[in-house]
């Protein structure tokens, strides 16, 4: 018992941990806003090829002196004219890749009734990395993800800002 007890604490004790938020932050591909883990292998296996919707983002995101893109995808159909046809819900994925092509998932996440926007975030500081914002918007629930990548296989995620929503603000009859 002892030992479980000594592995527990030595295991929470060598997490990384953010200074601001105290959140632990988790590596690889994860349901960041859930924390439910998923296999980064599985995420590669191209079962999102078929994805059509892209949007891509490239920058220094690792501060190695070479671009990178971040690449978020949805699982939504498109129209003739390339248009998205919104429905109950969609799959959402965020990678970077190199430029050889190699890719490192970092987001992976089904949004009902609502969508998700990136944005690349500048550095606070001198030689910060960049990191990519997410917004998540349904009816009931927006969340902020902070995600950064390292590398191939060395990606950071974590929930910045997650938050329930009571009710909307309406505009007064006319």
Known sequence: MKAILALVILV???APRSEKHDTVFVTRAVDTVDAHWMSLKMLQGGSDSAWKYVERATADFNNDGKLETAVLISDVT???RGEPLWEDGHRWRLYFEEADGRRTYGYDRFVPNGRVDA???EPRIP???RTVSLIERTPSRIAVIEVSYDGPDRVQAWGAHVRNIQTHFTRPPK
């Open 119 to 121: 944005i690349v975030g």
């Open 12 to 14: 929470a004790c060598a």
């Open 127 to 129: 030689g910060e990395r």
């Open 78 to 80: 498109l129209d003739r």
